[in-house]
């Protein structure tokens, strides 16, 4: 049963990247959520309901961006699944390409299964187990880079969680990243930048204090891509920090990440 | 190995390397030096000292050769391990595998030869060794990397091959024996020979045998509703050619006949499970299957037969196969995210509307195919 798991979360994300293509030229209204960069359009909800309605008949609880959440579950049952219908709507709004539809599934706790379409570029990254993930028909298997020879990029924590010295901390960081690095690049979508990462074009991405849904599916398949995925816990509030590369390049940043991720 | 020979490098030990290309050399003429991925192959090629390839020759059967091996290595091995430069390398890995291997022929100036089935190839491993003098060739011919139970039982280490012929482009010209160093044009008409009246309808019969759970390629050529397949893909690339190059027809016509024979010969044991490996490969957009049944919709007919050999090799199933995840592909993906992410096709495009809206029409029709396996 564990087996179709990564199917069923393949199989989800795959047809709703179909039911994507009916949004294909139609004028859209994003709404202002918390910030002005935390948008959500027709699309999202309409993508949310009809996956929704799949995912609730394997019987597991669904944790999802646009529905009210109790995020216990994410510990207590075996297997959970979390859904951003569009990870990166504020680049959907601008037609910027980086987007996509995001699903995992955790197993006790565990990031377990993932996949993650992007519509705009044809790209799908998913698992089929739990040690090999495919971008299209391409396995992805990360290789060895230093962070001289890398691209870094980073996801944010919303304004509201980090403040004053915390977010300048936050900035800091990005900004010695960018100087050791062929450059920190801020997306705009953290499954993008993981699954980017897992497809070593980047050779490092991070993430601070993210929503769980940004983040579960692009985890299962860094970890399945052969990448080193470091994680905070989860707090109450469903929020996660998180930095995923080669092992050789984290151990590069270990230090640097211990205030944010804990020891890794 | 003898220091009046002159030595010959052939990376990739298996049907076409082993089986065929000693074959072509003249007699007693060079040592022969293989290497190979392969540890367990290698370690039998060291321990033996030979093989034998049995080639199909008109009127007498199956003739063994035996072949001796002066030195054989793993990749990792041949790094680094002292060796003059050869007179030629010949590589024949697998198109994915090149750039890989060809780090192990950056050393030496020597022509490299390219027997891998794929043009592009050459451009690649040039890149990779950083020289020019990188050429492609084609074997016209069939081989297997394995043997029949009678003939591995004589040596484990057999393979079958056919009598083929060996054309090479001319500025590689440097061994002596049963080549065909021909110019640009003559290489240029033979590979399109090759890939579209050879590849094409060659992996589709291996598709069709896999659907009807054969062994060897010859297995569906005996089922008439596979047949009539892989004749009919034969007929839609026949006449594709003759409408899109310049190659003399009768060429064209005596190629195809020739290869419906090769598909049916019983004796080269040629198993489905190389012809058909890596299905994505076989799927990608200007190959043998994509490209080709986009090339006849271009001319303007639809090539109903390389739509099946298509949805035969999206139903490919091999546990063992580097691309096995394309069952897992069509098993959760819809066709439509199949045929767009994973094979680039274009969205609303004619093959891609074709595929997608008959998909479940073109499997029933493999089904009909499959309920005629014989028992």
């Not at chain 1, 707090?235 to 080669?246: L, T, Y």
Request: aromatic share 10%.
């Amino acid at each position: 049963m564990l087996d179709s798991v990564h199917g069923r979360c393949a199989q989800a994300v795959s047809n709703a990247l179909i039911f994507f293509e009916s949004f294909s030229g139609k004028n859209m209204t994003f709404s202002e959520k918390e910030t002005a960069r935390d948008v959500v359009s027709e699309a999202d909800l309409a993508i949310q309901t009809v996956m929704l309605r799949g995912l609730h008949e394997s019987g597991w609880p669904v944790i999802s961006e646009e529905k009210e959440n109790n995020f216990e579950i994410l510990r207590n049952a075996e297997i959970c699944w979390v859904l951003d219908p569009i990870d990166g709507t504020a680049n959907y709004s601008e037609n910027i390409p980086f987007y996509g539809i995001s699903l995992g599934a955790l197993k006790a706790g565990e990031f377990f299964a993932g996949a993650f379409g992007m519509p705009a570029t044809k790209e799908l990254f998913y698992t089929i187990n739990q040690d090999i993930a495919y971008l299209n028909e391409v396995r992805l298997k990360v290789l060895p880079k230093t962070l001289r020879a890398s691209l870094v990029a980073a996801s944010f924590s919303s304004p509201s969680t980090a403040r004053g010295v915390e977010r300048e901390r936050e900035f800091l960081l990005f900004g010695s990243l960018n100087d050791r690095s062929k450059g920190a690049l801020r997306l705009g979508s953290a499954s993008g930048n993981i699954c980017y990462t897992a497809a070593g074009r980047f050779g490092l991405s991070y993430g601070l204090n993210n929503k769980i849904w940004d983040v579960a599916g692009p985890l299962a398949i860094a970890k399945a891509a052969g990448c080193q995925v470091v994680t905070s816990p989860i707090d109450p509030s469903g929020r996660i920090s998180f930095v995923v590369g080669h092992p050789a390049i984290i151990e590069e940043v270990r230090s640097e990440f211990q205030p944010f991720i804990g020891s890794i | 190995m003898s220091d009046l020979k002159e030595t010959i490098v052939i990376v990739g030990a298996g049907a076409i390397g082993r089986g065929y290309l000693p074959w072509t050399f003249e007699d007693n003429r060079y040592n022969l030096i293989l290497v190979d991925q392969n540890v367990e192959l290698i370690r039998k090629l060291k321990e033996q000292g030979y093989f034998t390839s049995y080639m199909t020759m008109k009127g007498k059967g199956l003739v063994g050769k035996k072949f001796m091996v002066d030195q054989a290595y793993t990749i990792d091995e041949f790094q680094t391990v002292q060796c003059p430069d050869p007179v030629t390398c010949y590589m024949a890995v697998g198109p994915r595998n090149v750039v890989l291997a060809s780090k192990v022929l950056k050393r030496f100036t020597c022509p490299i030869v390219l027997l891998e089935n794929d043009d592009k190839t050459v451009e690649l491993v040039r890149v990779a060794v950083g020289r020019e003098n990188v050429f492609f060739a084609i074997p016209d011919v069939i081989a297997s990397n394995t043997a029949s139970l009678e003939n591995l039982q004589k040596d484990p280490l057999a393979l079958h091959t056919e009598d083929g012929e060996m054309f090479v482009d001319a500025r590689a010209k440097a061994v002596a024996g049963r080549i065909i160093y021909c110019d640009e044009l003559e290489l240029k008409n033979q590979w399109a020979a090759k890939l579209y009246l050879h590849n094409t309808p060659h992996c589709i019969a291996a598709y069709l045998g896999s659907l009807l759970e054969q062994k060897y390629v010859h297995d569906p050529m005996g089922v008439p509703k596979a047949r009539k397949i892989v004749e009919g893909a034969m007929n839609e690339m026949l006449r594709a050619l003759k409408l899109t190059w310049d190659i003399p027809h009768d060429f064209l016509d005596w190629y195809a006949a020739k290869e419906l024979d090769r598909f049916s010969n019983r004796e080269l044991c040629d198993p489905i499970s190389r012809v058909a490996r890596e299905p994505f490969r076989k799927l990608e957009l200007n190959g043998r299957l994509v490209g080709a049944a986009l090339m006849c919709l271009k001319l303007g007919y639809v090539p109903i037969n390389l739509l099946l050999g298509i949805t035969a090799a999206l139903l490919y199933k091999n546990e063992s196969d580097q691309d096995n995840h394309i069952a897992f592909a069509i098993k959760y993906l819809s066709p439509a995210i199949v045929l767009s992410y994973l094979l680039k096709l274009r969205k609303g495009e004619v093959l891609e509307e074709l595929l997608s809206s008959n998909f479940v029409t073109l499997v029933d029709q493999l089904e009909e195919v499959m309920r005629c396996k014989p028992c």
